[in-house]
């Protein structure tokens, strides 16, 4: 199994007809994702055609290519359209509110928003309402989600690991792709990019959550940084909650006091939120900690290959 994502969800891309809509849906058009639509107001009754290469692990199975999606003015009439139960959101930073909340109003089950710098106060607002009506969101700020060999919502490099046991939740982009790129040999069900923004819409908590659920995940991986007490309450939870091995990792041991680093949520303050407190707090309920994604890459193989 995957978590929130498989072979069978129907993609709508939310600003498919921008410059970074169009170049990352071409990505995950030519990794096998069911990418059956696009909305742009302005277009309506257009399609965009996207020349496709395929790669990754469902290369064999993937139209090239030259591929045409549809246009729709709005979420609601491309779901009425095409069925689509998926969005993923590369509209700017003003406009990403009222995009989330159009996807949500139409009957989106899964909004994936990579869209950075949205406002806090808009995302609380749009996440509210997305929970309010039971619409999973993953980000803002976030590469996305991939299950591997079966979908790519997002910007994950598709072709850095294959399918496999183990399941990532991960704050930093780059570091989501360091470890599945680093763990490649044993493979993952899911891949999740949460994002680093002080309000996201899917937490390390909600990823453990169905990571345990999931019988396919043998083990979890669990990437956090400096700032705020997400990594404390994961660990509160895992103590409570989680019986399958858990392998950490926290950016930003070398991270000057009180600097922004990165991520917005990313700020420490005095003793609170650095990564020597995530640590220790990890470690206290059987978390096996790296000093760097390498170092957890190793434990994650050792813990595997004792099975």
Known sequence: MSIFLDENSKVIVQGMTGSEGRKHTTRMLAYGTKVVAGTNPKKAGTTVEFDVVPYGPLVDSVQGGTVSVP???????????????????????????????????AGMELVVVITEHIPVQDTNAA???????????????????ISPGKSNVGITPGDITPRGKLGLVSKSGTLTYQMMYELRDLGFTTCIGIGGDPIIGTTHIDALEAFEQDPETELIVMIGEIGGDAEERAAAYIKEHVTKPVVGYVAGFTAPEGKTMGHAGAIVSGSSGTAAAKKEALEAVGVRVGKTPSETARIAREIMQSK
């Open 71 to 105: 246009v729709y003015g709005t979420v609601a009439d491309a779901k009425a359209a095409t069925g689509a139960n998926t969005s993923v959101i590369f509209v700017p930073p003003a406009g990403a509110k009222g995009a989330i909340i159009e996807a949500v109003d």
């Open 127 to 145: 996440f509210a309402y997305a929970k309010s009506h039971g619409v999973r969101m993953i980000g803002p700020n976030c590469p996305g989600i």
